[in-house]
């Protein structure tokens, strides 16, 4: 299927007017802002969603299963010992599941061209799992996400599974895998940045 | 870049033998040499490398960093308390990490439109993150993944994260997400199965 050009430059417009709202609002957080805003500087691309990575807390049977699952807890930045304790504290329905995720990016782009040098500047920071997820009329949709992520059950029932002394740990290590997480979206930036610098589009 | 056919057809000849090794000398669980014989038996298809998910024991500072890292345990079925109680009864270097890993599975196609149906295909099954990877002379390189798995630190130095009491929750809900996965792949040779019946190369 070919990207129909209209198409895709009508919806990247759209997709700019709601970047610039988002940023206008304070939507987005700065080590995401200026990433999204250099892919739309970018001829053949633009990016339709984003996350800089996330810590959140899910009652669940399992986590990736959205059915009859609640979410406890968001935040995208570093968690505290209180607030886990406070998260933990609560009941119950089935399992408590802290997620940490590394970032996210969803792209179109308006050539397969494009779609291969954002995958590999992708991979070139650390975003080992991107790759091109569908092909349409109005754009080639991107994946880039990177391999970085925890994925925890730490409660069930009434019965909390992570040890009292382990407590500190298991928030630092969340603590740690956001940030490295972040860090990847910073390579990301250089990478991209470096591109245009070298004028490949 | 086009892919060249001759090299591809080569690429998976060679493919196929090495499989028929693989399946000779027991190399291979069940649960996936079907699936892989299934795609081989598409004309624009073949797999190069497949994992049917496992569970895997790090010593680590962080789980995706293979430097100074040690694989200290690894097994493609359910493990037992007994297990899991050795496992961490052992002294560790940095962290202890369990990670659970769902079905992985990696292709070449000769053509864009297979790569297509290949990740519709993955993504009906459940394979959520499936997608072109790269464009080679000798194919189009897929990754078919799902959102299944766990990434857990157990212990770090001499203290266990896990509580006394939660443990058998712990090796009960890797075991439940190992099998989630390979329900997956069960999944996969359904779907895969069913486009050659319905005749979609």
Not at 1 to 17: S, T, Y
Not at 31 to 47: A, H, N, P, V, Y
Request: aromatic letters at 6%; a positive charge.
């Amino acid at each position: 299927m070919r990207v129909c050009r209209d198409l895709w430059a009508k919806k990247k417009e759209v997709m700019l007017k709601r970047l610039l709202e988002d940023l206008h609002i304070g939507y987005l957080d700065e080590g995401i802002s200026d990433l999204l805003l250099e892919i739309f500087k970018r001829e053949d691309s633009f990016t339709i969603s984003s996350c800089s990575g996330r810590i959140v807390f899910i009652d669940a049977q399992l986590p990736w299963v959205r059915k009859m699952s609640t979410v406890v807890f968001k935040k995208h930045a570093p968690i505290t010992i209180e607030e886990f304790l406070e998260i933990t504290e609560k009941p119950v329905l089935s399992k408590l599941w802290v997620i940490v995720t590394g970032p996210i990016l969803h792209l179109s782009t308006a050539t397969l061209k494009e779609a291969r040098t954002l995958i590999s500047a992708g991979r070139a920071a650390g975003f080992k799992h991107s790759g091109i997820i569908s092909f349409r009329k109005d754009g080639i949709v991107l994946e880039l996400r990177s391999g970085i992520g925890l994925t925890y059950p730490v409660k069930v029932g009434s019965k909390l599974l992570v040890s009292h002394e382990g407590i500190a740990d298991v928030v630092s290590t969340c603590n740690e895998v956001l940030m490295k997480g972040k860090e990847r979206l910073r390579r990301l930036k250089e990478v991209i940045t470096n591109l245009r610098d070298r004028n490949i589009n």
